[in-house]
């Protein structure tokens, strides 16, 4: 008996080519299948002490901040994860003479989702606690912007979470300042503490 393909999550991509080897993909995926497709790796070490991994542990106060927003009235959610995919993803360009403008290619990208208990073909470099947060709100099937890149060795990734986690953070005073003029105010007085912005 022949065996099952494992079922496949089919999404309609751009591609860009900014590194050899490493395509660049813009997607959308919802908050269930960014946790159904990823995982977080996290930092520890092994029985040698090599390191091994690279995310944090979860920040609940930081996860449960989102999550409260994304459980309000409106939401506008334009904050993008970082994904770096396995190489078994594949992407199948469109046809026609509109899908190519010399700087990015439409298609469909085909992520295989993993079976039960199986090895996920993702995992998050960047928004494990938005992607959390999603995760434990009323709107998991909230469309979520995707910046993914192709990548099995765990040192690109490391690379990558440092590049994007070295920003220094805003001034809690202008953060105040900020807030203080915003005609939401009553709904974001609760992230003048730094540690909740997305």
Not at 20 to 34: I, M, R, S, Y
Not at 133 to 161: C, H, M, T, Y
Request: aromatic share 6%; net charge positive; with cysteine.
């Amino acid at each position: 008996m022949a065996k099952r393909k494992p079922p496949t999550l089919r999404r309609r991509a751009l591609r860009i080519e900014q590194c050899k080897g490493h395509p660049l993909f813009l997607l959308c995926l919802t908050g269930d299948e960014v946790l159904a497709v990823a995982d977080i790796s996290r930092v520890s070490r092994d029985e040698v002490g090599k390191l091994i991994g690279y995310q944090r542990a979860e920040v609940k106060r930081h996860v449960q901040g989102i999550v409260d927003y994304l459980n309000s009235d409106k939401v506008l959610f334009p904050n993008s994860l970082i994904l770096a995919l396995s190489s078994s993803v594949r992407f199948i360009a469109s046809r026609g003479p509109h899908v190519r403008d010399g700087l990015v290619v439409a298609g469909t990208l085909e992520i295989p989702m993993p079976r039960q208990g199986g090895r996920k073909p993702a995992w998050i470099v960047d928004g494990q606690q938005r992607a959390l947060a999603i995760s434990k709100s009323r709107r998991k099937g909230l469309l979520v912007p995707v910046n993914a890149f192709i990548a099995d060795d765990v040192e690109i990734q490391r690379d990558q979470f440092l590049r994007v986690n070295n920003t220094k953070p805003l001034p809690r005073g202008l953060i105040s300042e900020l807030l203080l003029h915003s005609r939401r105010i009553s709904k974001l007085e609760r992230f003048l503490q730094p540690s909740v912005i997305f």
